[in-house]
């Protein structure tokens, strides 16, 4: 039997462990991760003013995590984000996932708060908690946890010192978006170890071992698969600059990068890259191991930088040399804090100085774009929250409104965008103000249709057009919430388009779907992200006012920008395409929906 059916739960108010039965239609009808984490979530969670001081974390491994299924590695994790007030999902292609699954548990649901800092460590034999000491970085911590064959999920000192975006090191991967890290330093939680000595049975392993090979053959037959695996993540940096012009920079002044030759992947990978990472079960490793041997950045090594950092520590900030973003790379990593969110953040602080809203009096020295000491001494005092880092750490959105400055600050619901400049990309516009947790790239993924005008079903787009992009996020949005349900690697979808998953999810779990089947399931975690957020007092959906006010400066998409009635547009067609209310509502038979699954989430 594939499925066991139970989830750990650990109270960390009264150092317990208990194991629930979760109810069997509820896992049917959710399959694991994304879904099962929102319904999950939907009952668990407290509508609460303040996510440092009540919440819960729940983490939920894909339902393909763990087995052979090429890229299959995903594992989320769900909490009340510190950072937007609202709903957060944050996910990492660690081991830690498969680690659980083979204890025999489909979910971990912490609550409550430690007294002094703990470990949580789990094996199949055994829970225990342990004590912990404050002060190591994330990478020491996870390396010192690991010890024995454990694979950890852990904070550093950005997560003890609540900094609003701390993340959690995931066995050499972050859940780094939304401040996972700060949740887990309010309830004193170290880290969670991991150990199981049991194997995840598939219900049809020969129809299995017959499917991974065809789809392994056909991601490594992929044209993405070179440049993937020779440049990683940001291989197509240079196009997004010359080609589309679609490129943040300048906290968001600019949308061309004119000094990124050496963060382009095709200047620094065969330099500074000496191997490659891959998460479990990827069959084409994205992850560049980063090595610098000498001059003023010796030493440093991170499994990097993807192409969100390049943006988020390079153009965002100004910065033009590899070996300085490297270094903040490594950093933010040691530290425990997520790259797009403290490029964001910092970006719009050195915005401020320059335009003498804030000055060196305020921050202690200067701050100004291009700075690489500036940026490297900004994340330090950001991560321990000295001087004005400490404003800062409370995100881009709270310092704005602290400083009176919200016409600078760049972000949606309080989340720092990625690096798809979406005043040249009006679906992405939509992506970003509907994306539950936030300005994202990867509740929608329409960016890919977007900039090469075609994907799976859909061909001859328009980047600048409004039209039909309502029902396009809100199909991709549910078809990218099936692959967080079954912990799929999102790099892979230019491979498994929809029609292919039920084959997979049938020869894995032994239950029969359509793809729409999947489609509902993806589409009812959407709908319980959306209550879970009305719940929290989140119902607005926006865009910052720059994307409203500045049109693109220069570049291949100069004079774009995205105008408060097209938005208004997007959001009707989206809304309806969803069957909300003019005012982005579900409906009552969606709730009654949403409510009857989770009406029981445990037996007994």
């Known amino acids: 039997m594939y499925y066991r059916y139970k989830a750990l739960i650990v109270d960390l108010d009264s ?3 208990s194991v629930k039965e979760l109810n069997k239609d509820l896992v049917r009808k959710t399959l694991g991760g994304c879904a099962l984490g929102a319904a999950l979530m939907y009952r668990l969670a407290p509508k609460t003013p303040d996510p440092l001081k009540e919440n819960v974390v729940i983490m939920a491994p894909g339902a393909l995590t763990g087995t052979p299924v090429p890229t299959a590695s995903k594992t989320s994790f769900f909490t009340i984000s510190p950072l937007t007030g609202g709903w957060l999902e944050s996910v990492a292609g660690g081991s830690i996932g498969l680690e659980l699954r083979s204890c025999g548990f489909e979910a971990l649901v912490i609550k409550g708060k430690s007294e002094a800092p703990c470990i949580i460590r789990i094996t199949d034999q055994n829970f225990s908690f342990e004590d912990s000491d404050w002060g190591s970085d994330a990478l020491d911590a996870a390396e010192k946890l690991s010890k024995g064959g454990y694979s950890t999920a852990c904070i550093g000192q950005a997560g003890e010192n609540l ?28 880290g969670i170890a991991i150990k199981s000595t049991g194997d995840i049975e598939p219900e049809s392993p020969e129809v299995l071992e017959r499917l991974v090979k065809k789809w392994y053959d056909a991601l490594l037959q992929h044209s993405s698969y070179r440049d993937d695996t020779k440049y990683g993540s940001g291989e197509f940096l240079e196009w997004m600059n010359s080609e589309r012009g679609t490129f943040p920079t300048k906290n968001w002044q600019l949308s061309v990068f004119e000094n990124r030759k050496q963060i382009d992947p095709y200047y620094w990978a065969p330099k500074y890259s000496v191997k490659n990472n891959g998460c479990i079960s990827c069959v084409k490793p994205c992850g560049k191991m980063f090595v610098i041997k000498e001059g003023k950045y010796s030493g440093t090594k991170i499994d990097g930088p993807e192409y969100e950092t390049l943006y988020a520590l390079g153009g965002n900030v100004f910065n033009g040399n590899i070996e300085a973003l490297a270094r903040a790379n490594e950093l933010c990593d040691r530290y425990g804090i997520d790259t797009i969110s403290t490029g964001g953040t910092i970006a719009f602080a050195m915005e401020l100085y320059e335009r003498n809203i804030i000055t060196k009096d305020d921050v202690g020295y200067e701050l100004r774009f291009g700075d690489e000491d500036a940026l490297l001494k900004t994340i330090e005092q950001i991560a321990i929250r000295e001087g004005f880092g400490n404003l800062l750490a409370e995100g ?11 016409r600078y600050a760049v972000h949606v619901k309080g989340m720092d965008p990625p690096a798809y400049d979406a005043r040249g990309l009006k679906g992405m516009a939509l992506a970003y103000a509907t994306s539950p947790r936030g300005a994202c790239h990867l509740r929608a993924g329409v960016y890919g249709i977007e900039l090469t005008g075609k994907w799976w079903k859909y061909s001859d787009i328009d980047r600048y057009s409004t039209e039909k992009k309502g029902d ?10 099936v692959y967080d349900t079954l912990g799929i690697c999102k790099f892979s979808r230019h491979v498994y388009f929809a029609e292919g998953l039920p084959e997979l999810v049938e020869a894995v779990t032994g239950i029969k779907y359509s793809v729409e089947e999947l489609f509902a399931i993806g589409a009812n975690a959407n709908w319980m992200k959306k209550l879970i957020n009305m719940r929290q007092g989140i119902s607005k959906d926006s865009l910052p006012p720059r994307m409203f006010l500045d049109p693109i400066a220069e570049g291949p998409s100069k004079g774009a920008r995205v105008t408060e009635e097209e938005l208004s547009i997007m959001l009707k067609d989206y809304y309806r395409a969803r069957g909300w209310s003019e005012e982005g509502e579900p409906s009552k038979e969606q709730i009654n929906e949403v409510d009857d699954l989770t009406k029981e989430v445990f037996y007994g």
């Open 15 to 17: 150092k317990e462990f």
């Open 163 to 190: 900094v609003r975006f701390a993340g959690v090191e995931c066995d050499g991967r972050q859940a780094g978006r939304g401040g996972l890290g700060a949740i887990f330093g309010s309830k004193n939680l170290k």
């Open 396 to 406: 881009t959105a709270r310092a704005s409104e602290h400083l009176g400055a919200q």
């Open 472 to 481: 396009m996020v809100a199909t991709m949005e549910d078809l990218m919430s």
